[in-house]
């Protein structure tokens, strides 16, 4: 069984080179001024709160079926 194509013959896909750029100049600035500041502590404390949210924002999304 053959599957559908992801897009549609008229569309393409294009680089969005603006987009890549911001993407990766926000991860290097992090890197440069967040790296200093890295301790454990904070790093579990953000582990920990990543793993609150999304897993209660999955939770209520699959449960009101919006996921």
Do not use: E, K
């Amino acid at each position: 069984m053959r599957s559908a194509p992801l897009l549609p013959p008229a569309h393409r896909l294009s680089v969005a080179w603006f987009h890549g750029g911001w993407l990766y100049a926000n991860l290097l600035i992090g890197i440069i001024w967040g790296l200093p500041h890295l301790t454990w502590g904070r790093s579990l404390a953000s582990a920990s709160l990543m793993l609150l949210t999304v897993g209660l924002g999955h939770a209520v999304g699959l449960h009101r079926g919006i996921i």
